[in-house]
């Protein structure tokens, strides 16, 4: 078993940026690639991006070449540096990890992110 825990979420006005963090503990021989995913209220969740025990990184539409994803590999650790934040940012950001199937096996409680416009 992994366990996920976030930090760094809050509110931030329109064009600022926050930096979220999710550190895995437990099982951690199991993580393959670690990321992000959000929702909104009454929308459906989003991929916002994931990062391979590699380096290999990947991001949604709607945050690519605002957003970036790094990881500390010692530390079991992701980081999402979020610039130039726009109001429709704002959502709970959910840390996800791939355990080795390609799906997200294990989930994060979640931070909000609020973007004041």
């Known amino acids: 078993q992994v366990q996920l825990a976030e930090s760094g979420g809050g509110l931030v006005q329109a064009g600022g940026s926050l930096r979220l963090s999710c550190a895995a503990s437990?099982?951690?021989?199991?993580?393959?690639?670690m990321g992000w995913y959000r929702q909104a209220p009454g929308k459906q969740r989003e991929y916002v991006a994931f990062i391979t025990t590699y380096g290999r990184t990947g991001y949604g539409d709607a945050v690519k070449g605002r957003f970036t994803i790094t990881g500390d590999n010692a530390q079991n650790t992701v980081f999402l540096q979020m610039n130039n934040l726009k109001a429709e940012d704002t959502a709970v950001y959910c840390c996800?990890?791939?355990?080795?199937?390609?799906?997200?096996?294990?989930w994060g409680r979640g931070t909000q992110v609020t973007v004041s416009s």
């Open positions: 437990g099982d951690t021989f199991e993580i393959k690639a």
């Open positions: 996800a990890l791939d355990a080795g199937g390609g799906n997200v096996d294990y």
